[in-house]
């Protein structure tokens, strides 16, 4: 079964910058397109980043381009979320998920690590 664990997330003021981390319990990013989505409140779940497991492509939506960078770290079965320039829109719950696509077809999810970006 596989276990994803996101750490990272917190409170802080616009501007500034949070990392946040996905812990896998297996080598499932090595198979698996790793993915960060976010909830805001009210809102539904949306697509924020993903790095392809074959190619390590990275891909992001408009509203983080320059800000943000994926990244993995397959020895550790890693994914990290560095988030810069944070704006009070970034806040919500973020989740990360191990897929077989881009923005669809995840199969495995953390529980979910909330990010306040104070104005």
């Known amino acids: 079964q596989v276990q994803l664990v996101e750490s990272g997330g917190g409170l802080v003021q616009a501007g500034g910058s949070l990392r946040l981390s996905c812990a896998a319990s297996?080598?499932?990013?090595?198979?698996?397109?790793g993915g960060w989505f976010r909830q805001a409140p009210g809102k539904e779940r949306a697509f924020v980043a993903a790095?392809?497991?074959?190619?390590?492509?990275?891909y992001y939506a408009d509203s983080v381009k320059g800000r943000f960078t994926i990244s993995r770290d397959s020895a550790k079965n890693t994914v990290y979320l560095q988030m810069n320039n944070l704006k009070a829109e970034d806040t919500g719950v973020y989740y990360c998920?191990?897929?077989?696509?881009?923005?669809?077809?995840?199969?495995?999810w953390g529980q979910g690590t909330q990010v306040t970006v104070s104005s």
């Open positions: 998920g191990a897929g077989l696509g881009i923005e669809t077809t995840y199969k495995f």
């Open positions: 297996l080598h499932i990013f090595s198979t698996h397109t």
């Open positions: 790095i392809a497991w074959s190619s390590d492509n990275t």
